[in-house]
């Protein structure tokens, strides 16, 4: 019986383990990626319309 228990708690701390890796998981992002996403957020938008509109003009009929 005692042998069960330990293997059940070897379970649950190696789960707990991975549920935190898992929610502390965030890929990292290279500084120029970061740098180049600022300078595309001051570019102007692009006005598409409808997405009618849209269709037609990249021919997705």
Do not use: W
């Amino acid at each position: 019986m005692y042998v069960l228990l330990q293997e059940i708690n070897h379970r649950l701390r190696t789960l707990e383990i991975e549920i935190h890796e898992l929610r502390g998981y965030e890929p990292e992002l290279r500084p120029e990626f970061i740098e180049k996403m600022k300078k595309r957020a001051n570019e102007p938008t692009v006005k598409i319309g409808t997405l009618e509109n849209f269709r037609k003009r990249y021919n997705l009929d």
